[in-house]
Each structure stands twice: as C-alpha cells, then as structure tokens.
C-alpha cells in the first residue's frame, strides 16, 4: 500500500462534525481521501456498489470507516451489522464516533465487532485533539488490511 493514498469513509449526519473531522485528518500529511457520506442508507450503497455509488473505479472500498450511531435512513448499529455480517466488507475497520455515551450503545457497537468506539468530546481542542489521535493512531501506525474487492 506504499504511496497508496488511504481511503476513509465517513457517515456522519452533523455538517460541522463532518467538517471538523475532514480538517483534522487533511493536516497529518497522511495521504488519504475522505468520502462523506450523510445517512446509513447511502452508506450501504456506497460499500456495495450499488445505485448512484455502482461505478467501482469512482466508488473504491474504504481502508477505514469512521461510523456516527445516530443516521437517518438506517442507524449506525444497523450500518456496523451489515458490514460486519458481509464477507467482502468485515475486514475493514470500523471506528464508532458518535456523541453517545451509552452503555448500552457501547456494548452494542462491540457486540458487533466495531474496532474502536470514540465519543466526540463537546469542546473543539479536545475533538481536534482526538482527531489528531485518529488520524495518527489509524493512518499511520495500524496496519490495514489489502482489500481485494
């Protein structure tokens, strides 16, 4: 994957959040391309190709998902379930970041074999902080797995 740039998927519903994560991740000099995606639905489609997200070439598999809980269409435990129960998705890591602290949401999103579960902290240096985190932490010192499809 040398040279590679690193594709990260995003489904986030929230216009700022979205904004912030895709500056925080731009400044690590990382070479990755962020798809934001705003609904479970579209999320879906988009890893399976199908609809709007068909063309392959335009629509490459994610090296990461970041994953809110909160969607509309289809909610983020749902999305995680089904690229979780998929052979050619299940391998790619699953970050949920959402703003729930529930432990039942908690125990759910690992039930289900999310990688990591991050609550985006309500200040912005610690979320850009917690960015910076990701960013490093993901793109550069986990190794991810080839994806073939």
Not at 36 to 55: C, P, Q
Not at 76 to 95: A, E, F, T
Request: proline share 5%; aromatic share 8%; charged share 25%.
């Amino acid at each position: 994957m040398k040279g590679e740039k690193l594709r990260i998927l995003l489904v986030e519903d929230n216009d700022d959040h979205a904004e912030l994560v895709a500056r925080s991740l731009e400044q690590h000099h990382i070479p990755n391309k962020i798809h934001r995606i705003s609904d479970g639905e579209s999320a879906i489609e988009y890893l399976i190709h199908t609809g709007k997200y068909s063309d392959i070439s335009l629509n490459p598999l994610p090296h990461l998902i970041l994953l809110d809980l909160r969607l509309p269409k289809i909610d983020g435990l749902n999305v995680l379930k089904y690229i979780k129960n998929h052979s050619g998705l299940k391998q790619i890591p699953v970050v949920i970041l959402t703003s729930s602290e529930s432990l039942k949401d908690i125990h759910n999103s690992y039930s289900n074999y999310a990688n990591s579960y991050l609550v985006k902290p309500i200040d912005y240096n610690k979320f850009k902080k917690m960015m910076d985190d990701i960013g490093f932490y993901w793109l550069n010192w986990n190794k991810n797995p080839s994806l073939t499809i």
